[in-house]
T-cell receptor, first 115, second 111 residues
């Protein structure tokens, strides 16, 4: 248990569906992240929120839409995805202070399959 | 972000000590060195972080020489459950929210 939860753990969706991934952190952290990890590839940073403000959008297609309503919750809204979007989507949080920016706590991930 | 280089894979046996060295020749004065562990289909787990000399916790030790151009993660007496990918990251201490995980080192522990 890292203090970061993600739901659902598994998701299968068609290319025309709309779904959302949810992340919640119980650590009192100030920053939250979305990462994508495709099979046998390094983690790819997607979005970063610091104090509920988006500070990074790493050239992510618009079919992925993040939302951070407060410092404890982060969503990733999905619509009209492509099969190549199938991957493990990971949420992380960090205290966001000094060197502790690099002390990230990850959730278990959502395994997404796009059919 | 300073570029890091680490071996792609390492094999070991249960009970042995595993040392993974990461090169970061362009490390900046205010950069910290951080290591993560990742099991298949799970998120990475923060293991240890250091700036210089030696840092030890209940999981591992991190050795950083005086020139800080490399670092070594030491895993004492590994078990089968230590089989994972280990990532070395280097970055600045202030508002450096980006992490670059790279390919990491796949450590395989055999019985």
């Amino acid at each position: 248990e890292t203090g970061v939860t993600q739901t659902p753990r598994h998701l299968v969706m068609g290319m025309t569906n709309k779904k959302s991934l949810k992340c919640e952190q119980h650590l009192g952290h100030n920053a939250m992240y979305w990462y994508k990890q495709s099979a046998k590839k390094p983690l790819e940073l997607m979005f970063v929120y610091s104090l509920e403000e988006r500070v990074e959008n790493n050239s992510v297609p618009s079919r992925f839409s993040p939302e951070c309503p407060n410092s404890s919750h982060l969503f990733l809204h999905l619509h009209t995805l492509q099969p190549e979007d199938s991957a493990l989507y990971l949420c992380a949080s960090t205290p966001g202070q000094g060197a502790r920016w690099h002390e990230q706590y990850f959730g278990p991930g959502t395994r997404l399959t796009v059919t | 972000l300073a570029k890091t280089t680490q071996p792609i894979s390492m094999d070991s046996y249960e009970g042995q000590e595993v040392n993974i060295t990461c090169s970061h020749n362009n490390i900046a004065t205010n950069d910290y060195i951080t290591w993560y562990q990742q099991f298949p289909s799970q998120g990475p787990r923060f293991i240890i972080q250091g700036y210089k000399t030696k840092v030890t916790n209940e999981v591992a030790s991190l050795f950083i020489p005086a020139d800080r151009k490399s670092s070594t993660l030491s895993l004492p007496r590994v078990s089968l459950s230590d089989t994972a990918v280990y990532y070395c990251l280097v970055g600045a201490r202030s508002n450096d929210y980006k992490l670059s995980f790279g390919a990491g080192t796949t450590v395989t522990v055999r019985a």
